[in-house]
């Protein structure tokens, strides 16, 4: 069976220190690969979503980048940290062949101080 | 370009009682369509999917949606409602070609339910 894990679950950072979330599959090959954020009360924003190794296409100009160095791993990065960061970072996989039903893994709340 | 509409951002029901979560679509193809709940501080998880195969689909936890193309409607629905059903309701479509950019789900804005003990 598939798993997704991301970590760390929790995260308090300063205004302008960098960010650096990992997220990682387990148990299938070729996934496609999403990051969203959910502001407190909103619904899903998505960031970054990635078909493939160093393939990253980014859904909203901000202050984060994404990378995808390995088959199953899907990171999300800063350099500054700004207040507006602060929420509910959810990564996702879903099938490179299939319905386009996404997995969700449990999440990163970040909190930018 | 495809869309989705959850009317209704917060929806109350007693407990025993009918739950009904509206959501419409919008899509230039025939869809791909699924509901999604999220408890508090944490991932989403799939309720069900609706994928061609039967126009009413039962999903886990005593849910289920039924698809109308006349109406481009996928209401959430379940006959009884229970306290753990308390949490955050995310529709969402996806049109069925699959191919290089066109791997995303569009999402509504969510409904949150309560239930009423």
């Known amino acids: 069976s598939q798993t997704i894990h991301q970590w760390p679950a929790t995260l308090v950072q300063p205004v302008g220190s960098p960010l650096s979330l990992e997220c990682t599959v387990e148990g299938t090959s070729n996934p496609n690969l999403y990051w969203y954020r959910q502001a407190a009360g909103r619904g899903l924003q998505l960031l970054f979503y990635?078909?493939?190794?160093?393939?990253i296409s980014s859904e909203v100009p901000q202050n984060l980048s994404a990378s995808r160095p390995q088959d199953r791993q899907f990171i999300l990065s800063s350099k500054k940290l700004l207040l507006s960061d602060s929420g509910f970072y959810l990564c996702?996989?879903?099938?490179?062949?299939?319905?386009?039903?996404?997995?969700f893994g449990p999440g990163t709340r970040l909190t930018v101080l | 370009a495809q869309s989705v509409t959850q009317l209704g951002s917060h929806v109350s029901v007693s407990e025993g009682a009918l739950v009904l979560l509206r959501c419409n679509y919008s899509s230039s193809v025939p869809p791909y369509l699924f509901w999604y709940v999220q408890y508090p501080n944490q991932g989403l998880q799939l309720l069900l999917k609706y994928t061609s195969a039967a126009t009413l689909v039962k999903g886990i936890n005593g849910f289920e949606a039924e698809f109308k193309k006349s109406e481009t409607s996928f209401h959430l629905t379940k006959p009884s409602a229970h306290m753990s059903d308390a949490a955050e309701y995310f529709c969402?479509?996806?049109?069925?070609?699959?191919?290089?950019?066109?791997?995303?789900?569009?999402f509504g804005t969510g409904t949150r339910l309560t239930i009423i003990p």
């Open positions: 990635s078909v493939g190794i160093g393939q």
């Open positions: 969402a479509v996806s049109d069925r070609i699959s191919n290089f950019g066109n791997e995303k789900l569009t």
């Open positions: 996702a996989w879903s099938r490179l062949a299939g319905y386009n039903e996404q997995f």
